[in-house]
């Protein structure tokens, strides 16, 4: 497990794409956003256009360890992307509309790091390179936000056990990876 972090636009992705290119010829993408207006289509359709068109993608954001488990094939390699969009999916699911004063982020935190160890998991079973892409969120200043803070608590919690437990860490910083682990 390869865990590539970094903030907006550092180029995680690409470097991602650019190591599992250098492993892999076949690749299993698990696409973890949610189309939810033109601008996220029009992104989504130019990340798709940038991989090798061979690449598979699944899109989703739950049970992403059953996903590497039972769909990927043999030999394809796989990049998650991202953790980040991952817990902010879960958690729009889980509060179901409610407001986050309202919001159990304790239970909430539970469930979302039970998925991250299974996916630790799967991903430390799988016999190819499995990377995964997550934002650095905690370089920035306390949001006001209730919601934003407990977001950036659970999002930081899960990607330090992602990068316990990874055997390479990389930080990118303005398109240029940096290894630290």
């Known amino acids: 497990m390869i865990l590539v ?26 696409a973890t956003a949610q189309i939810t207006d033109e601008e996220m289509a029009i992104r989504v359709e130019r990340h798709k256009q940038e991989r090798p068109a061979h690449w598979r993608t699944w899109e989703g954001h739950r ?24 817990i902010a999916n879960l958690l729009f699911d889980l509060s179901d509309g409610a407001s986050p004063d309202e919001i159990d982020f304790v239970s909430l935190e539970v469930f979302i790091h039970r998925q991250i160890d ?14 995964i892409v997550t934002n650095e969120l905690g370089m920035g200043i306390t949001p006001e936000n209730r919601l934003a803070r407990h977001f950036i608590d659970i999002a930081g919690r899960a990607n330090q056990k992602l990068a316990r437990e990874a055997k390479e860490v990389w930080l990118m910083v303005s398109g240029i990876g940096v290894k630290i682990k």
């Open 5 to 30: 972090t970094g903030g907006a636009r550092s180029g995680k992705s690409s470097h991602a794409e650019r190591l599992i290119a250098e492993q892999c010829e076949q690749v299993l993408y698990i």
């Open 63 to 86: 049970n992403l360890a059953a996903v590497i488990r039972q769909h990927r094939q043999p030999q394809e390699g796989v990049i998650l992307e991202c953790i980040t969009t991952f």
């Open 118 to 131: 299974n996916l630790i998991n799967a991903s430390l079973l799988c016999p190819m390179p499995v990377y």
